[in-house]
């Protein structure tokens, strides 16, 4: 199957910094990639769909100006949690389209961010 | 959006054959089933996709009937690495959205 990678895997940042998470399509192009969160015990919400050259789109109730997603390249895609509060603690875990099969979304093992 | 709905936990033994059965009832004609499947701390991890009838790889079986409104994933031979949550997702065709639900608990007893 296709491989998507997520830096850093697990962080811990201080409250009211800014932290980035990177997600990389590895063995494909995606046009498309998603953002995904998800509290523990809980199902993966879908927080936004970032769209390579254009803005994301956002799922509602997920503020656009806290959670900045840029999709400058075809295999490339950043989410900032900016101004990072306790709350924001969770697993965020990316996907990625593989255009070559249709409907098909590759996660990535995802990354582990705790505020203090 | 197709909303899905699977049993919350199911239980099993070593060796045995598992079927997880999720039901979507307002599948589009587009809309793909896929089936996840994840571990603790891990992103999930594709396991098989059709559109109807039936779909076998080397891990899975995928059960379709003709009306589409549910489906089957078949697990032959379960094995203690087989415990994990597995979601049953129909995707948005033309946006790619996929929602996930609570999904099923499996766990497999030795």
């Known amino acids: 199957g296709a491989v998507v990678s997520q830096h850093p895997s697990w962080v811990i940042c201080k409250s009211g910094t800014s932290v980035k998470i990177e997600c990389r399509s590895l063995?494909?192009?995606?046009?498309?990639m998603f953002w995904y969160r998800q509290f523990p015990k809980q199902s993966l919400m879908l927080m936004a769909t970032?769209?390579?050259?254009?803005?994301?789109?956002?799922e509602q109730g997920v503020e656009k100006d806290k959670f900045l997603i840029n999709h400058a390249s075809l295999t490339l895609s950043t989410l900032t949690v900016t101004s990072a509060h306790p709350e924001d603690s969770s697993f965020y875990i990316c996907?990625?389209?593989?255009?070559?099969?249709?409907?098909?979304?590759?996660f990535g093992p995802g990354t582990r961010l705790l505020v203090l | 959006l197709a909303k899905t709905t699977q049993p919350i936990s199911m239980d099993s033994y070593e060796g045995q054959e598992v079927n997880i059965t999720c039901s979507h009832n307002?599948?589009?004609?587009?809309?793909?089933i896929t089936w996840y499947q994840q571990f603790p701390s891990q992103g999930p991890r594709f396991i098989i996709q059709?559109?109807?009838t039936k779909v076998t790889n080397e891990v899975a079986s995928l059960f379709i009937p003709a009306d589409r409104k549910s489906s089957t994933l078949s697990l032959p031979r379960v094995s203690l690495s087989d415990t994990a949550v597995y979601y049953c997702?129909?995707?948005?065709?033309?946006?790619?959205?996929?929602?996930f639900g609570r999904g099923t608990q499996l766990t497999v007893w030795p």
């Open positions: 996907s990625a389209r593989n255009p070559t099969s249709k409907e098909t979304q590759y």
């Open positions: 063995d494909f192009q995606a046009t498309t």
């Open positions: 970032s769209n390579e050259g254009s803005k994301a789109t956002y």
């Open positions: 307002n599948i589009a004609t587009n809309d793909y």
């Open positions: 059709g559109y109807k």
């Open positions: 997702l129909v995707g948005d065709s033309t946006l790619g959205r996929l929602y």
